[in-house]
């Protein structure tokens, strides 16, 4: 690990200031990912901001009906808070799919959002990645890419988003709240937090340097079932292969894009009478597959449809 030096914030605004005035500044909250990139000389930031005693680690009612949860939040805090549990289902079920329960006590609802991928060769710095040295090229293409992309990739990046909960919230229509350098607010919808790689996939969010998540707002409960379910190769030590949640007349899908990715195509087909196989069949008509990742458009198709058709309540 290279030498860093550190500061606690002491509230957001000084928190965003520190990293647009510092270079080479991240911020640190739970430090579950960030850290071991670190260990690993993925990461080598030359300061470190921590915001994880900063006073965003509450969930709070909003007037509409929906809730308003703090990025500090852990993920633990979140998956067990009774509101989130009888009101949002899915985000419950999607965060306990994810890591330990070692993990989920320490891991941030913001950092959860901005955890890196899986990707073998983003994380063996021998070999090349466009997502960790930009111009080396993208070892995956010709490489182990049993678990890459299927849906959004580009001949830069076929990596693939590893977050549970994101593709819960995206289903569920959640916004981000964010406080930048200037000290301006705004919110935006999740689903347009992360970006397709394209020919930058190291630029892996909108968000601007220096810009903190503040908080994660969820809109009032859909009407109709939610679910989340994930397949992966065995129940723990392994990232994802693919996942879909649905909340009402909403489907996403994770472990497939660069970025959690909401199912348009199969929501359309959904609202016009197609069945939960049509449905998912019309989505993943753009899928493509690179050498070793075919088996997950028909594993996605099957994941996808049988999630679609319990949560509905769809006799298939």
């Given amino acids: ?21 510092t270079a080479g500044a991240r911020f640190l ?3 579950t990912n960030l850290l071991d990139l670190m260990k690993l000389e993925i990461e080598t930031p030359q300061h470190l901001i921590d915001v994880g005693r900063l006073p965003l680690g509450q969930i ?15 993920n633990t805090q979140v998956a067990a808070d009774a509101r989130v549990r009888s009101r949002y289902p899915v985000l419950t079920q999607a965060i306990v799919a994810g890591g ?8 941030t609802t913001g950092g959860n959002l901005l955890q890196r991928t899986r990707c073998a060769y983003f994380y063996d710095t021998s070999k090349p990645c466009n997502k960790r040295q930009p111009g080396s090229g993208c070892g995956a293409l010709e490489g182990l890419n049993r678990n890459a992309a299927i849906l959004g990739a580009s001949h830069a990046c076929i990596a693939t988003h590893p977050s549970d909960m994101a593709v819960a919230l995206v289903a569920l229509d959640a916004r981000v709240e964010t406080l930048a350098p200037d000290g301006d607010g705004r919110e935006f ?9 394209g020919e930058t996939p190291e630029v892996e969010t909108h968000l601007i340097p220096g810009e903190l998540i503040t908080a ?3 809109p009032p409960p859909p009407d109709g079932g939610q679910l989340y379910r994930k397949v992966r190769d065995r129940a723990s030590y392994a990232a994802g292969l693919s996942s879909v949640a649905v909340a009402g007349d909403r489907v996403a899908l994770g472990m497939v894009a660069h970025k959690p990715w909401r199912a348009a195509e199969a929501e359309a ?14 989505e ?3 899928a493509s597959e690179t050498g070793r990742n075919g088996f997950k458009i028909t594993l996605t198709a099957r994941l996808g449809a049988a999630t679609i058709a319990e949560a509905k309540g769809i006799r298939r």
């Avoid at 919808?189 to 790689?197: A, C, S, T």
């Fill in 60 to 74: 709070e009612d909003a007037p509409d009906g929906g809730l308003k949860i703090g990025a500090m939040t852990s």
């Fill in 1 to 21: 690990m290279r030498p860093f030096t550190y500061e606690r914030a002491r509230d957001p605004q000084s928190a965003v200031k520190a990293a647009a005035e």
């Fill in 189 to 197: 919808p999740l689903m347009e937090l992360h970006r397709l790689p």
């Fill in 100 to 107: 330990s329960p070692q993990l989920r006590n320490k891991a």
């Fill in 216 to 218: 994660i707002v969820l």
């Fill in 269 to 282: 087909a959904l609202s016009a009478g197609a069945s939960p196989d049509e449905a998912m069949a019309a």
């Fill in 284 to 286: 993943l008509e753009a």
């Fill in 29 to 31: 909250a739970g430090g």
